[in-house]
C-alpha cells in the first residue's frame, strides 16, 4: 500500500515539473460580434452624374439623314428661252400642262403658248377676241360644262375646271371686274390659287401672260373637243 502512495506521488511530481517546463497557453476570447459588413449603396460624384447626364444626352440625339433633293425639272425645248411674260417658277406648270391633258386640251395650251410667248401675238380686242382666236387656230370646239351669272353665280368648284378651259371669272385682282383666262393648272387648289393665260387687252400693245389668279367665283367654264 505504501509503495502504491509513493509512485503516485512520483507521477504528480513529474506531471508538475513538465507542466511548468511549457508556458501556460493564453485564453482564447471568441468574440460574438459578426464581421459581416452590409453591402453599400454605390455613391456617384456630381461630376461623375454629370457626366452621365451628358453622355444620356448625347446618346438620345438623333441625327436624320438629309434629305435629298429632287433634281430642277428639265423642261423641253419649247419652252428654253427667257421670257418677261411668264414667271419662271410656273413654266414646269405649263410643260405639264401640255403632256398630261387630253388631245383637245393639249391643242388650246400648246397654241396659246406658241401666240403668247414665242410668237408674241397681239389681238385686237379684249381677253374674249384673244381666246377666241386660241381656239379657233387650234382646231376646236367649245362645249359649255357649267353656266352662271356675274352676280350670282352659282359659281364652279375647283373639281369642275380642267387644264385648257375657257373660264369667265370675278376679278378679285383687278377691282372685281368680270374677266375670262385659259385654266393652266392650280397652283394651290385649296386657296383657289390658280396659273391662268390672260390678255389684258385695253389696247396695250402687249402679248398674253401667265398670271396667277383667284378662281373663288367662277361663273362660266367652256371646254374643248374635237
Avoid at 381666246?131 to 352662271?148: D, E, M, P, Q, Y
Avoid at 396667277?212 to 374643248?224: F, G, K
Wanted: proline share 4%; glycine share 6%; with cysteine.
Amino acid at each position: 500500500m505504501s509503495a502504491l502512495i509513493a509512485q503516485k506521488s512520483i507521477q504528480s511530481d513529474s506531471s508538475a515539473r513538465y507542466m511548468s517546463s511549457y508556458p501556460a497557453v493564453p485564453s482564447v476570447k471568441v468574440s460574438t460580434h459578426s464581421t459581416i459588413q452590409r453591402a453599400r449603396s454605390p455613391s456617384y460624384s456630381n461630376d461623375s452624374m454629370s457626366s452621365y447626364g451628358n453622355q444620356s444626352t448625347m446618346n438620345s440625339t438623333y441625327h436624320y439623314p438629309e434629305i435629298q433633293r429632287q433634281s430642277p425639272t428639265v423642261l423641253p425645248a419649247f419652252l428654253s428661252g427667257s421670257y418677261d411674260n411668264v414667271d419662271s417658277e410656273y413654266l414646269p406648270l405649263l410643260s405639264s400642262a401640255e403632256t398630261q391633258s387630253s388631245m383637245a386640251a393639249r391643242e388650246v395650251v400648246s397654241t396659246a403658248r406658241k401666240m403668247a410667248l414665242n410668237e408674241r401675238t397681239i389681238i385686237k380686242g379684249g381677253c374674249w377676241d384673244y381666246l377666241n382666236a386660241v381656239f379657233n387656230r387650234a382646231g376646236v370646239s367649245r362645249n359649255t360644262i357649267h353656266k352662271g351669272t356675274y352676280a350670282q353665280g352659282p359659281y364652279a368648284n375647283s373639281s369642275d375646271i380642267e387644264t385648257g378651259d375657257w373660264l369667265y371669272y370675278i376679278n378679285h385682282g383687278y377691282n372685281g371686274i368680270e374677266h375670262s383666262g385659259l385654266f393652266v393648272g392650280w397652283v394651290d387648289e385649296r386657296a383657289k390659287q390658280a396659273l391662268i393665260l390672260s390678255y389684258a387687252g385695253e389696247n396695250r400693245r402687249e402679248p398674253a401672260r401667265y398670271r396667277v389668279y383667284d378662281l373663288s367665283n367662277v361663273y362660266q367654264i367652256m371646254r374643248p373637243s374635237v
